[in-house]
């Protein structure tokens, strides 16, 4: 079962401009985790946002978190050609015995 | 330079050979994972350990054994038995196990079973 799962799959966006992935959860979480992954890499963590936060920010990235609508969004501000990669959240949940759990990732490209 | 490193990096291999892929880490960290990554989709869980000497299995662990005889090291077996071995595998390790730790990952390892 997917516990969360990304939107869109694929974005393609101009250099510049902003990039907004959603992610979608079902079941309370400890904490939501951003990632990305460059083509044939490992994962790099972006931000952990707590259950009891709802935003929170690291230089060009703001991920807010709606607890109620179990969902979180990734904003990438002023998109460089190098932000190109996929981006995964990942829920620490007590009924996944707080174990990440992946989603299925949204594909960015910013085209320069 | 502190890390996780995994070798090799591409590794090819016969069906019906067992092969081992390798994970160190010199984080100190406590916890160690491994995920199979295919094409298009998340991470799954394999296996993970919290504490040397221990692991417990993962989402899709059938086909796989691991071992954590040190800290900085878990590596991972895929046996015969793993009927679709074939993908990419990433180690990964936090300071510990359980809420609120972020995961620190290696640059993975592409196997091919032919």
């Known amino acids: 079962s997917q516990q969360g799962e990304e939107d869109p799959q694929a974005l393609s966006i101009q250099e510049g401009e902003n990039a907004t992935m959603n992610c979608s959860y079902k079941t309370s979480i400890n904490n939501l985790q951003w990632y990305r992954q460059n083509s044939g890499r490992g994962l790099v963590h972006l931000i952990l946002?707590?259950?009891?936060?709802r935003e929170k920010h690291s230089g060009r990235l703001r991920v807010t978190l709606d607890t109620s609508k179990k969902s979180s969004s990734l904003l990438i501000t002023a998109s460089r050609a190098a932000d190109t990669a996929s981006y995964f959240c990942?829920?620490?949940?007590?009924?996944?015995?707080?174990?990440?759990?992946f989603g299925a990732g949204t594909i960015l490209r910013v085209k320069s | 330079d502190g890390g996780i490193t995994q070798s090799p990096k591409y590794l090819f291999r016969k069906e019906g050979q067992n092969v081992t892929l390798s994970c160190e880490q010199n984080l100190n960290h406590d916890a160690m994972y491994w995920y199979r990554q295919d094409p298009g989709q998340g991470l799954r869980l394999i296996y993970y350990s919290q504490i040397v000497n221990d692991f417990q299995k993962g989402d899709i662990a059938e086909g796989y054994s691991v071992s954590r005889e040190k800290k900085e090291s878990f590596p991972l077996t895929v046996t015969s038995a793993q009927k679709n071995p074939t993908a990419f595998y990433l180690c990964?390790?936090?300071?510990?196990?359980?809420?609120?730790?972020?995961?620190?990952f290696g640059p993975g390892t592409r196997l091919t079973v032919t």
């Open positions: 990942a829920t620490d949940a007590v009924e996944y015995g707080n174990k990440l759990v």
């Open positions: 946002i707590r259950s009891n936060e």
């Open positions: 990964a390790s936090s300071i510990a196990s359980g809420r609120n730790y972020e995961q620190y």
